[in-house]
């Protein structure tokens, strides 16, 4: 029991720490809302195609869990602090207004004028998309 207790207490530096729980600094903030924009904006757009063409069906009540947490995936980019702020927050709530369209109102005109919410909500700059040009949110052909 005295050796466990001691290997214990050594166990963390042996093994190292676990990971972060925050959100790491990112060194370049170009590259890493580009990156994320790549990954997340064409899962907004399958959804929001999918909900245009067909309204609020059982697919699209299935599929909105998936896109509202890459919506608040992507909203993280836009806090300027480790923690969450005004603008994260603000984003969390279209998402969440997004949600409550498709899932409990199965409305398909609120579920897009949340969206289009959320999508004007997103500061002006790098990480804004246009769903409707795919250059604003696909890498260039090369």
């Known amino acids: 029991a005295a050796l466990g207790g001691a290997l214990g207490g050594a166990l963390p530096l042996l093994l190292g720490q676990g990971p972060a729980a925050a959100i790491p600094r990112v060194t370049d903030m170009q590259n890493y809302i580009n990156?994320?924009?790549?990954?997340?904006?064409?899962?907004?757009?399958?959804?929001i195609d999918y909900l245009e063409k067909n309204g609020v069906d059982e697919r699209m009540v299935l599929f909105a869990p998936k896109m509202v947490r890459k919506m608040k995936l992507y909203a993280s980019c836009f806090?300027?602090?480790e923690q969450p702020d005004a603008t994260m927050r603000q984003l969390e709530r279209?998402?969440?207004?997004?949600?409550?369209a498709?899932?409990?109102?199965?409305?398909k005109q609120e579920a897009m004028l949340a969206f289009a919410k959320y999508v004007n909500d997103i500061p002006n700059g790098l990480g804004k998309f246009d769903l409707a040009n795919p250059a604003t949110y696909t890498a260039p052909d090369v």
């Open 102 to 107: 498709v899932e409990k109102k199965k409305d």
């Open 79 to 81: 806090s300027m602090t």
């Open 35 to 47: 990156r994320r924009k790549l990954d997340l904006v064409p899962i907004f757009k399958q959804g």
């Open 94 to 100: 279209d998402a969440d207004a997004f949600e409550a």
